[in-house]
């Protein structure tokens, strides 16, 4: 890859990697460099972090704490079951804890997670699970043992994958030849109009548009055909392909393609805007936060986010101005954030008449989170699209 650097996120721990205080002395650490493919226009991490320090038997976050992502999931399954034939088989690449699996039959239905707790937790639940990375190996394996699959679903997990091309064309040898492959993740034209460059964490080495993708694709036997917009995780696309030689595209795509080319989507210039608004938005929460500690205000984060691993590491955001998270996943509560060690506590604990301000770590749940706590007197806080108390 001829890559360029346009933004620089500083020293970041493990996104996801909550930890105890005996932990603290070995914290991983590394550069976090954000770059923009001159070939494919992929903006990409200029580093990949080693999956296995990210994705193992202690990975914590866990699909099915959200109610939104429930109904996304359960929603999107019964729609996608009309373009499928009677006995369909799916698989599942990065199922987790098994949010999306739920909603399919067991008896044919596969899974592949490279976290063990999770691959375990779904073998429990009666989806075969493969416990691995994805890539040309499990793919030729899964193949072997059960054939190939009419769907290929994968949900904030093909931007995590550093190696594209690998993932891409093991994706295309297990596809049936009417298959659909369809994936979503965090749209980069979302990200940057909303500035949440907190999308940016080691687990998301790639954001991708529909241009990079269709460029990468393509150059794997595999076309985009049609691209739904949609606003999980503070704005995805949901990209739906077929192998190329049975691939006829709708408006959608071109749809797509156009606005980005509008937008300027693969130029570096966008890509050095955003990083000026993103170092803007930096100062902006610090002053923000520092203000409110001058008053002598109570200020917590609503939900131990990797995107707020990003942030807090970012601006220097420790305990001195948020005082603690609170988290509804059992995994995080009693440990401390990546990095700046600000203690997790549950909500049921620490989400109380005493708390001033709130800042939103969990953002792109804030329709459900307000709705939650309409009785919360206090006031949010929030950085995207900037920086402001809502
Ligand atoms: P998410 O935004 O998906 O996180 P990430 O940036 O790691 O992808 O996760 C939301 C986190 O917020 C998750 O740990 C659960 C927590 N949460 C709450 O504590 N309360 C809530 O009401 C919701 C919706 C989420």
């Given amino acids: 890859m001829d890559k360029t650097k346009f ?91 098994g949010v999306f699996l739920v909603n399919w039959n067991s008896d044919r239905c596969f899974a592949v997670e490279p976290c063990g707790n999770f691959a375990k937790e779904t073998n429990q639940l009666g989806y075969k699970t493969y416990c691995g990375f994805w890539g040309g190996d499990l793919s030729q394996q899964i193949l072997s043992d059960v054939g190939t699959m009419d769907l290929v679903f994968a949900a904030n997990c093909m931007c995590h994958i550093p190696d594209l091309d690998n993932t891409f064309s093991a994706v295309e040898k297990i596809l049936s030849d009417d298959g659909f492959f369809i994936f979503e993740d965090p749209s980069l034209i979302e990200m940057i109009n909303v500035n949440s460059y907190d999308q940016i964490y080691d687990e998301h080495p790639h954001i991708f548009s529909v241009t990079a993708l269709n460029t990468i694709l393509q150059r794997n036997g595999l076309s985009i055909v049609r691209v739904d917009n949609t606003s999980v995780h503070g704005g995805s696309n949901r990209i739906w392909v077929k192998k190329s030689h049975f691939a006829k595209a709708d408006d959608s795509v071109a749809r797509n393609l156009e606005i980005e080319k509008i937008f300027r989507i693969g130029e570096e210039d966008t890509l050095h805007r955003f990083a000026e608004r993103v170092r803007q938005s930096r100062k902006d929460l610090g002053d923000l936060l520092c203000r409110c500690k001058e008053l002598g205000k109570r200020v917590i984060s609503y939900g131990a986010t990797s995107k707020s691993t990003t942030i807090f590491n970012y601006c220097k955001i420790g305990k001195d101005l948020i005082e603690y998270i609170t988290d509804t996943t059992p995994e995080k509560q009693g440990k401390y954030s990546p990095g700046v060690h600000i203690p997790i506590i549950s909500p049921e604990d620490g989400f109380n008449p005493s708390v001033d301000f709130a800042f939103l770590g969990a953002w792109n749940f804030s329709r459900e989170i307000k709705e939650k706590e309409k009785d919360f007197k206090g006031k949010f806080i929030t950085h995207v699209p900037i920086v402001r108390v809502l």
Wanted: charge should be negative; glycine fraction near 6%.
């Fill in 7 to 97: 933004l620089d996120l500083g020293r970041q721990p493990i996104a996801n990697g909550f930890l105890t205080e005996d932990q603290f002395e070995n914290e991983f650490f590394y550069d976090l460099s954000v770059g923009f493919d001159r070939e494919t226009a992929l903006v990409t991490h200029m580093e990949y972090v080693k999956p296995s320090l990210m994705f193992n038997d202690e990975y914590s976050y866990r699909g099915s704490m959200s109610n939104t992502m429930k109904l996304h999931f359960a929603t999107f399954s019964k729609y996608v079951k009309q373009f499928l034939p009677k006995k369909h088989k799916v698989l599942e690449i990065g199922s987790n804890d």
